[in-house]
């Protein structure tokens, strides 16, 4: 039985040809989400605006018939604003957060009246916490704090692996990647909480994996084709890695677009951002990665560097 191939192993497509321009737009886009990020804001959630918390657990004779749905249900249609449901415990509680309210501290007793007005006695209600705005700049800052960590992190792992061309072109794929999905966030007012910070951390570490994979085979090229142009051997990496890239984004597109569609409310905010988070960066492996090489390449060392049980490259620059 033949393997599944969505493309060939033998394809000569002239990625460079199309990079540049594609380049340019990428530069564009990220200045626009840049803009966006400036003038329209995200939709924050209540984790970095703070709000109320209500703990409740649904009475014995309500257990079966209440569900998290039909509660997230309810709370939605109050009116309220930013509201979050969340399962907790093995017994079945349930938190619900309601964003800061227009009025001050008495909108925000409102709010909590209206929610127990809605659910009466069906549930048992175990206490209500505010969550107040020193928390959340906590956990803003720390999200932050956390992406910027991993791209140094990242820089100085690709520093040592490769050379100081790769760890750029890598990072600069990185911030490619979170600043058009930030863009995105921005357009389309998906709600920004910390689940949205762990989508974000999940693209990085899935664009890193695939960046790396196309720069080994760069490095892998620069030692066996010395004599070749660097926009061919960047084009021959780019063909050489193409259907594993495609395999590996497709495959994962598919297992996202199932969780997207049946996982559920709670799972659709982190899968749109994983799924745009593929796709820009399986993108920016070939139109941002790439021509940074080639504008670089000219500062590439490509001397060959054998490694244990590497056979050394003709002095022409062929395979051997």
């Known amino acids: 039985m033949k393997p599944l191939r969505f493309v060939p192993d033998s394809t000569n497509?002239?990625?460079?040809?199309?990079?540049?321009?594609?380049?340019?737009?990428?530069?564009?886009?990220?200045?626009?989400?840049?803009?966006?990020f400036f003038t329209v804001s995200l939709n924050y959630g209540i984790d970095f605006t703070g709000g109320t918390e209500i703990l409740v657990k649904p009475t014995p004779e309500n257990a079966q018939t209440l569900s998290i749905d039909e509660m997230r249900s309810v709370v939605s249609g109050l009116g309220l604003g930013s509201t979050e449901l969340q399962e907790f415990g093995s017994e079945g509680d349930v938190a619900i957060r309601i964003g800061l309210q227009d009025g001050g501290e008495e909108a925000q007793q409102e709010a909590v009246a209206k929610v127990k007005d809605a659910f009466g006695v069906k549930v048992d209600y175990r206490a209500v916490n505010s969550l107040g705005s020193k928390v959340?700049?906590?956990?803003?800052?720390?999200?932050?704090?956390?992406?910027l960590l991993s791209f140094v992190a990242i820089m100085i792992y690709i520093w040592l692996r490769?050379?100081?061309?790769?760890?750029?072109?890598?990072?600069?794929?990185?911030?490619?990647?979170?600043?058009?999905?930030?863009?995105?966030?921005?357009?389309?007012?998906?709600?920004?909480?910390?689940?949205?910070?762990?989508?974000?951390?999940?693209?990085?570490?899935?664009?890193?994996?695939?960046?790396?994979?196309?720069?080994?085979?760069?490095?892998?090229?620069?030692?066996?084709?010395?004599?070749?142009p660097f926009d061919e051997m960047v084009d021959l990496s780019l063909n050489q890695t193409l259907p594993r890239t495609l395999?590996?984004?497709?495959?994962?597109?598919?297992?996202?677009?199932?969780?997207?569609?049946?996982?559920?409310?709670?799972?659709?905010?982190?899968?749109?951002?994983?799924?745009?988070?593929?796709?820009?960066?399986?993108?920016s492996s070939i139109f941002i990665g790439a021509p940074l090489l080639s504008f670089m390449g000219a500062y590439v060392d490509r001397t060959p560097k054998p490694e244990p049980g590497d056979v050394p490259a003709e002095a022409d620059g062929t395979q051997p």
């Not at 959340?136 to 992406?147: N, T, V």
């Not at 490619?176 to 389309?188: E, M, N, P, Y």
């Not at 709600?191 to 664009?207: E, K, N, P, R």
């Open 13 to 36: 497509i002239k990625f460079m040809n199309v990079a540049r321009p594609g380049f340019v737009a990428s530069i564009a886009a990220v200045i626009a989400s840049v803009v966006l």
């Open 136 to 147: 959340s700049g906590e956990l803003a800052r720390d999200g932050i704090l956390a992406i």
């Open 162 to 228: 490769f050379e100081w061309q790769f760890a750029i072109g890598t990072v600069a794929t990185l911030i490619h990647d979170v600043a058009l999905t930030i863009g995105l966030l921005c357009l389309v007012r998906v709600q920004f909480d910390l689940t949205s910070i762990a989508a974000i951390l999940t693209i990085v570490g899935y664009s890193l994996n695939d960046t790396v994979v196309v720069f080994d085979r760069f490095r892998e090229n620069l030692r066996k084709y010395k004599k070749m």
């Open 247 to 283: 395999m590996t984004s497709i495959s994962t597109l598919g297992a996202l677009l199932a969780l997207y569609i049946f996982g559920g409310e709670v799972l659709r905010g982190f899968t749109f951002i994983m799924i745009f988070g593929v796709l820009v960066g399986t993108y």
